[in-house]
C-alpha cells in the first residue's frame, strides 16, 4: 500500500532533551516536507526536499534540522526543543516531475509536547 | 515571496446551503492547485487542477481555476454536516505551500 509513514503519532518530551520524529514514503517520490499545524495559523512549511541531499528551509525552520540521505526517508530533527515548538507535524511527498505531478500525500501526524 | 490567501477564514451556513470557497495564490512557476478537506486528522485529498476553466467534481463538490486570476473556487452544494472540516488549499509551485484554510460549519 502507499503510503506516508510518521513515528512516533504522539510524543511528549521536555525542553532541551533532542527528538527525532522519522518519516518515510515507499512512492518513489522525490519531494517531501515537513509542516507544523497551529490553531489558526493552518499549516506552515518546515522544510522541504526536492531530492536526495537537497533541502530547502520553508517559512518556519527555526529550531529544526532535517537530512535527505536517502530518497524515501525524511527525518525531522529538534536538536533543543522548546515549548514553542508544541504543535502537530505533518510530513507529506509527492512527485514533482513529468509536469504537474502527483497530489502532496500525507502520513498520520505526529502531537508533539514540549513542556 | 509565495503567497496563499484563502476566503473567508470561517463560514457557518445551514444543511442544504450551497457554500463557494476562494483561494488565491502566487507562486513561482506554478504546476498544480491542490485542495484538501481536514477533520480530526491528516488532510484528505480532493482536486488536483492544471488547467485553467476545467471544471473538476466529485459528488457535490466541484472546483475551478483560474490562471489569469491566480485564483480558484470549491463548491459544494446542498450541505451536509459531514462537510464541517477545514478546507485547504496549496498551490504547488517549486514547492506546496498551504493557506490558513476556511474552517466551514454546518448546522443541521
Known amino acids: 500500500e502507499a503510503q506516508v509513514t510518521q513515528n512516533p503519532r504522539y510524543l511528549i518530551t521536555v525542553t532541551g532533551k533532542k527528538l527525532t520524529v522519522t518519516c518515510s514514503q515507499n512512492?518513489?517520490?522525490?519531494?517531501m516536507s515537513w509542516y507544523r499545524q497551529d490553531p489558526g495559523l493552518g499549516l506552515r512549511q518546515i522544510y522541504y526536499?526536492?531530492?536526495?541531499?537537497?533541502?530547502d528551509k520553508g517559512d518556519v525552520p527555526e529550531g529544526y534540522k532535517v537530512s535527505r540521505k536517502e530518497k524515501r526517508n525524511f527525518p525531522l530533527i529538534l536538536e533543543s526543543p522548546s515549548p514553542n515548538q508544541t504543535s502537530l507535524y505533518f510530513c507529506?511527498?509527492?512527485?514533482?516531475?513529468?509536469?504537474?505531478?502527483?497530489?502532496?500525500?500525507f502520513g498520520n501526524g505526529t502531537r508533539l509536547t514540549v513542556t | 515571496e509565495d503567497k496563499v490567501v484563502q476566503s473567508p477564514l470561517s463560514l457557518v451556513v445551514h444543511e442544504g446551503d450551497t457554500v463557494t470557497l476562494n483561494c488565491s495564490y502566487e507562486?513561482?512557476?506554478?504546476?498544480?492547485l491542490l485542495w484538501y478537506k481536514q477533520e480530526k486528522k491528516a488532510p484528505t485529498f480532493l482536486f488536483m487542477l492544471?488547467?485553467?476553466?476545467i471544471e473538476k467534481k466529485s459528488g457535490r463538490l466541484s472546483s475551478i481555476l483560474d490562471k489569469k486570476e491566480l485564483s480558484s473556487i470549491l463548491n459544494i452544494t446542498a450541505t451536509q454536516t459531514g462537510d464541517s472540516a477545514i478546507y485547504l488549499c496549496?498551490?504547488?509551485?517549486?514547492?506546496?505551500?498551504f493557506g490558513k484554510g476556511t474552517r466551514l460549519h454546518i448546522l443541521p
Open positions: 507529506a511527498s509527492s512527485f514533482f516531475s513529468g509536469g504537474s505531478g502527483s497530489p502532496l500525500h
Open positions: 512512492m518513489n517520490h522525490e519531494y
Open positions: 526536499s526536492m531530492n536526495v541531499e537537497v533541502t
Open positions: 507562486v513561482t512557476n506554478f504546476r498544480s
Open positions: 492544471t488547467s485553467s476553466g
Open positions: 496549496a498551490p504547488k509551485g517549486d514547492k506546496i505551500i
